[in-house]
């Protein structure tokens, strides 16, 4: 395979997780418009901007070749990840009643490793993604948010331990 199609293909990944963060954000204004959370608009159009700031940059590293430059992330796979982490994390922060929702899209995030990542990957990945879930609840613990910090971190175990049989799956 050329180098151009490689980074056409890595610009199309880019693209589609920027697809699936966008429809995240808007199924976080339903829920806003709902009244299934207290996140504000401004909360929200915060959330939008450092999206699209984090996407673009992957995009510009892509476009530019830089992803290249990673040595550590050939396929270009793992540093997007871990920007979607991030970006998860933030939106369970702004509207924690969503958390549960959020999470739901880490298993779709794994499917960008399809073909690509195997079982360590998604199994360190899933574990960075797992700490960080857990992360968030102490956080909101702390703020006083109504949660019970064994449960969330019950879910954050469970979804690791969902992820290592992805990871056998991946792997196959």
Same mark, same amino acid.
């Given at each position: 395979?050329?180098?151009? $199609?490689?980074?056409?293909?890595?610009?199309?990944?880019? @693209?589609?997780?920027? &697809? &699936?963060?966008?429809?995240? /954000?808007? *199924?976080?204004?339903?829920?806003?418009?709902?009244?299934?959370?207290?996140?504000?608009?401004?909360?929200?159009?915060?959330?939008?901007?450092?999206?699209? @700031?984090?996407? =673009?940059?992957?995009?510009?590293?892509?476009?530019?070749? *830089? !992803?290249?430059?990673? %040595?550590?992330?050939?396929?270009? /796979?793992?540093?997007?990840? @871990?920007? =979607?982490?991030? $970006?998860?994390?933030?939106?369970?922060?702004?509207? %924690?009643?969503?958390?549960?929702?959020?999470?739901?899209?880490?298993?779709?995030?794994? $499917?960008?490793?399809?073909?690509?990542?195997?079982?360590?990957?998604?199994?360190?990945?899933?574990? $960075?993604?797992?700490?960080?879930?857990?992360?968030?609840?102490? /956080? *909101? !613990?702390? =703020? &006083?948010?109504?949660?019970?910090?064994?449960?969330?971190?019950?879910?954050?175990?469970?979804?690791?331990?969902?992820?290592?049989? @992805?990871?056998?799956?991946?792997?196959?």
């Amino acid at each position: 395979m050329d180098d151009a $199609l490689r980074q056409e293909i890595k610009a199309r990944g880019v @693209a589609l997780a920027t &697809g &699936g963060l966008a429809t995240a /954000l808007v *199924l976080t204004l339903g829920m806003k418009v709902a009244g299934l959370t207290a996140l504000t608009y401004g909360s929200w159009a915060w959330a939008a901007v450092a999206t699209a @700031a984090v996407q =673009a940059v992957l995009l510009l590293l892509v476009s530019h070749g *830089l !992803d290249r430059r990673i %040595p550590a992330d050939p396929h270009f /796979l793992y540093t997007p990840l @871990a920007g =979607a982490m991030l $970006l998860l994390g933030l939106y369970m922060v702004l509207a %924690p009643e969503l958390r549960f929702m959020y999470l739901l899209g880490w298993f779709v995030a794994l $499917l960008f490793m399809a073909g690509l990542g195997g079982f360590r990957a998604v199994v360190g990945l899933s574990a $960075l993604m797992a700490v960080g879930y857990s992360g968030v609840a102490v /956080l *909101l !613990d702390a =703020a &006083g948010q109504a949660l019970s910090l064994t449960f969330e971190i019950a879910i954050a175990v469970s979804v690791f331990i969902i992820s290592i049989y @992805a990871g056998f799956v991946f792997e196959r």
